[in-house]
Every structure is written in structure tokens, then in C-alpha cells.
């Protein structure tokens, strides 16, 4: 079966300007997060959805960051207002019931001029 | 907190070396421990898993003993490839909030 898919694969903007990373989950998969790649920080933990449940966030650094996920399947980061340092590769995970297997996408390349 | 820490890279061997990759973790409880691997170009791939104290993850001819007492779970095979070459991750997470906790990765780089 299909991965998980994200769009776009390469995203430059101008700094300021707001952004949308879309993730395209595993079917049936329950379990949803984000994660961000920068040469800095390694990689980090940013959003966690699970089923119905209110979202983990404790990882999004910043309130210009916000994540929803519609129906339970797709979900789409936000950046608001980018910076430079927000220039990474947002890579998305998904994960069935109960497994602590997570699948990650092919991410999704953040440049911010 | 919770935190992974991996052997600094990058690491070159020869083809057919043995390779070993540190990886040593701070946890409250009793985590999950993964290794990821990167290949160039592509996305995180599970090498391979230990869920707990004493299991071994294999997979690729990699493998990995999760070892409550040390604290480690360090990546081993016998004879590395070039196709091996990549970067590694270690990765710890709880059943509970299923997120990942990763090292800062090493680079393998094997030579023919």
C-alpha cells in the first residue's frame, strides 16, 4: 500500500510570508506527528495527534506554528510569519494503534529567503 | 528529561569491516529504542526496534541489545557494505505519548 506522502517536496518563500505543509498519513493509521530536520537542532519533535485527542504541541516552537488534522487523515502544518530559522525539511510520521513503529514520509524541504 | 546521545561521526570504514555505533540514552521509565537510518536522498527508514530490557533488534545484518543496565543500545554488523552508507539514528519513545526522541545521527561512510 501507499506511504505516507507529503506536498510539497520543496517549498522557498520570502521571509514573513505564511506557509502549508500538507501530510498524507497511511490509511487506517491513527497516529500523526511532526517532526523537523535542521542542520542545528538534529531532529526535533513538534506536533503529535492521536485518534480524537486534544494534540500534543509541547513540541512547536513558537505560536507562529500551529497543525490540524481534518477527519482524521490528513493533516497541514502552518507557519506564520516565517523566518530563516525556520528553514529545515518537515518530516511527517504515522503510526497504527497500539504499535510504536512510526512511518515517516519523504518530507518536505522549508527554505526561507 | 528524556535524551539520546550517539557516538560523533562521521565514521569511515572499509568495505567488510566491522561496524559498532554508540548510542547511550537518559530515560525516566522505560522506553522504547529504535534505530532509524537515512540513505542519501531518502526518507527515515526503521532499521531495526528493542521494546525492552535484554531484547535484540536485527534486521539488514544490523543489530542492537537494548541494555537497561548501561543504558545503551548500540548498533553492530559484522561486515558493512557501501550500500550501507547513510546516516544512523538512535531514537528512544514511550508507549504512552508514542513520540520520537532522537540522537544527533552519525554518518557511516564505507569505502570498497
Known amino acids: 500500500g501507499a506511504g505516507v506522502s507529503q506536498s510539497p517536496s520543496n517549498k522557498v518563500t520570502e521571509k514573513g510570508k505564511d506557509v502549508e505543509l500538507r501530510c498524507d498519513p497511511i490509511?487506517?493509521?491513527?497516529?500523526l506527528y511532526w517532526y523537523r530536520q535542521s542542520l542545528g537542532q538534529g531532529l526535533e519533535f513538534l506536533i503529535y495527534?492521536?485518534?480524537?485527542?486534544?494534540?500534543?504541541k509541547s513540541g512547536l516552537p513558537s505560536d507562529r506554528f500551529s497543525a490540524e488534522r481534518t477527519g482524521g487523515s490528513v493533516s497541514t502544518l502552518t507557519i506564520q510569519r516565517t523566518q530563516q530559522e525556520d528553514s529545515a525539511v518537515y518530516l511527517c510520521?504515522?503510526?497504527?494503534?497500539?504499535?510504536?513503529?512510526?512511518?515517516f514520509g519523504p518530507g518536505t524541504r522549508l527554505t526561507v529567503t | 528529561g528524556n535524551s539520546v546521545t550517539q557516538m560523533e561521526g562521521p565514521v569511515t570504514l572499509s568495505e567488510e569491516a566491522f561496524l559498532t555505533i554508540n548510542c547511550t540514552y537518559t530515560?525516566?521509565?522505560?522506553?522504547?529504542l529504535f534505530w532509524y537510518v537515512q540513505y542519501p536522498g531518502e526518507g527515515l527508514q526503521l532499521l531495526l526496534k528493542?521494546?525492552?530490557?535484554?531484547d535484540k533488534g536485527s534486521n539488514k545484518g544490523f543489530e542492537a541489545t537494548y541494555r537497561k543496565e548501561t543504558t545503551s543500545f548500540h548498533l553492530e554488523k559484522g561486515s558493512v557494505q557501501v550500500s550501507d552508507s547513510a546516516v544512523y539514528f538512535c531514537?528512544?519513545?514511550?508507549?504512552?505519548?508514542?513520540?520520537?526522541?532522537f540522537g544527533q545521527g552519525t554518518t557511516l561512510q564505507v569505502k570498497p
Open positions: 510520521a504515522s503510526s497504527s494503534g497500539g504499535s510504536v513503529e512510526q512511518y
Open positions: 490509511s487506517g493509521h491513527t497516529a
Open positions: 495527534f492521536q485518534g480524537n485527542s486534544a494534540p500534543d
Open positions: 530515560a525516566t521509565g522505560y522506553p522504547s
Open positions: 528493542a521494546t525492552k530490557a535484554d
Open positions: 531514537a528512544l519513545s514511550f508507549s504512552n505519548t508514542g513520540k520520537l526522541i
